[in-house]
């Protein structure tokens, strides 16, 4: 059972925009700073959003993060087959003094 | 270019120990704090273990306290991940990863070693 909250799955059609929640609590995201990160299949994880909505370089305009109260959001737009990943929340917790994951989103393109 | 690189996987047998390092360039190492984090097959990320840039603050998991230690070499840019007393339970990739503070995000990922722990 993981700290934060994610669904197991989305899936939208090619071109569309979807959204992935991460739910969690005032020990957590409510008072901490969420990342965002994208394990492509049989790869390592890599940074995708970070500060609730910065992206780093090279990461394009398509995602973005926000964040409100307890919980924070990944949106991708325009989505491509490319996007078909698994994309995890992640954040500090001040409770358990320890950086916790998100259980993970599967995303398909339909 | 800014890269880790894990190495020591392997298979282990239940109760024996394994040693895992990683290796840094294209950055100065000893600036950044340094996690351990796995996945078991199908599952999700957890971070098992991190260490502050100068090796004086260190954070367990539950599930490996007592059994794993995080450890450092900045003069050799090397991380470790001694794990002893191992479990079935510990069969993962294990990743190494850069923090751009402590517990802030991570940045940089190596690409994983895989540990299977089977008799």
């Known amino acids: 059972q993981s700290v934060l909250t994610q669904p197991p799955s989305v899936s939208a059609a090619p071109g569309q925009k979807v959204t992935i929640s991460c739910s969690g609590s005032s020990s957590n995201i409510g008072n901490n700073y969420v990342s965002w990160y994208q394990q492509l299949p049989g790869t390592a994880p890599k940074l995708l959003i970070y500060d609730n909505n910065k992206r780093p370089s090279g990461i394009p305009d398509r995602f973005s993060g926000s964040k409100s109260g307890t919980s924070a959001t990944l949106g991708i737009t325009g989505l491509q087959t490319g996007d078909e990943a698994d994309y995890y929340c992640g954040t500090r917790d001040s409770s358990l003094s320890a950086w916790v994951f998100g259980g993970g989103t599967k995303l398909t393109v339909l | 270019q800014v890269q880790l690189v894990e190495s020591g996987g392997g298979v282990g047998q239940p109760g024996r120990s394994l040693r895992l390092s990683c290796a840094a360039s294209g950055f100065i190492f000893s600036n950044y704090a340094m996690h351990w984090v796995r996945q078991a097959p199908g599952k999700g990320l957890e971070c098992v273990t991190v260490?502050?840039?100068?090796?004086?603050?260190?954070y367990y998991a539950d599930s490996v306290k007592g059994r794993f230690t995080i450890s450092r070499d900045n003069s050799k840019n090397t991380l470790y991940l001694q794990m002893n007393s191992l479990r079935a339970e510990d069969t993962a990739v294990y990743y190494c990863?850069?923090?751009?503070?402590?517990?802030?995000?991570?940045?940089?990922w190596g690409k994983g070693t895989t540990v299977t722990v089977s008799s």
């Open positions: 260490i502050s840039y100068d090796g004086k603050n260190e």
């Open positions: 990863a850069r923090d751009r503070g402590y517990n802030y995000y991570m940045d940089v």
